[in-house]
T-cell receptor
Framework: DAGVTQSPTHLIKTRGQQVTLRCSPISGHKSVSWYQQVLGQGPQFIFQYYEKEERGRGNFPDRFSARQFPNYSSELNVNALLLGDSALYLC???????????FGQGTRLTVV | GQQLNQSPQSMFIQEGEDVSMNCTSSSIFNTWLWYKQDPGEGPVLLIALYKAGELTSNGRLTAQFGITRKDSFLNISASIPSDVGIYFCAGNFQGAQKLVFGQGTRLTINP
């Protein structure tokens, strides 16, 4: 069975640009969460979606937004990119809101 | 906000040695999870714990959910080279949608 898949795997953007990251959850999983992991730290929670509705939001600016589609895949959008947005962006899927989270391989975003 | 204190930050051991790492929290957690992350990859779930006092094994790995619900430990027995990586504890508290992660323990094994 396919695990959590994220695309693209690597991305380079310029300051001020916008980026969209994509995630497909494990088949049957209805919850998708997004995390940001900067080098040397643990992942930080950005959003959780369940059944296409936002269920949780971390301490990130409004430049960060996300949505979940009817097939439970998800997109994370970041506007007006800053150098500090450079990080590994991880998507995790779970059966439901408080179930075990399984992570994808991440998208490495570099902002120059 | 909620924080997890994970220790040690790094470990340098000989192949075959046992390893122990732990996490503590100032808050009561509902679930404790342990992940391993290799360079350039996403975290891989190793063990999930759901009840206070629960002791769970996965091969050479053993983890326990502390009685106070504010701590957890992970033990690795007879370490091998493929155990190298960064280990993270993570947990969530009741009603929360997010996982809170520790800072990670970087494990290095000398052959």
């Amino acid at each position: 069975d396919a695990g959590v898949t994220q695309s693209p795997t690597h991305l380079i953007k310029t300051r001020g640009q916008q980026v969209t990251l994509r995630c497909s959850p494990i088949s049957g999983h209805k919850s998708v969460s997004w995390y940001q992991q900067v080098l040397g730290q643990g992942p930080q929670f950005i959003f959780q979606y369940y059944e296409k509705e936002e269920r949780g939001r971390g301490n990130f600016p409004d430049r960060f937004s996300a949505r979940q589609f009817p097939n439970y895949s998800s997109e994370l959008n970041v506007n007006a990119l800053l150098l500090g947005d450079s990080a590994l962006y991880l998507c995790a899927s779970s059966l439901a809101v408080e179930q075990d989270a399984f992570f994808g391989q991440g998208t490495r975003l570099t902002v120059v | 906000g909620q924080q997890l204190n994970q220790s040690p930050q790094s470990m340098f051991i000989q192949e075959g040695e046992d390893v122990s790492m732990n996490c503590t929290s100032s808050s009561i957690f509902n679930t404790w999870l342990w992940y391993k992350q290799d360079p350039g990859e996403g975290p891989v779930l190793l063990i999930a714990l759901y009840k206070a006092g629960e002791l769970t094994s996965n091969g050479r790995l053993t983890a326990q959910f502390g009685i106070t619900r504010k701590d957890s430990f992970l033990n690795i027995s007879a370490s091998i080279p493929s155990d190298v990586g960064i280990y993270f504890c993570a947990g969530n508290f009741q009603g929360a949608q997010k996982l809170v992660f520790g800072q990670g323990t970087r494990l290095t094994i000398n052959p």
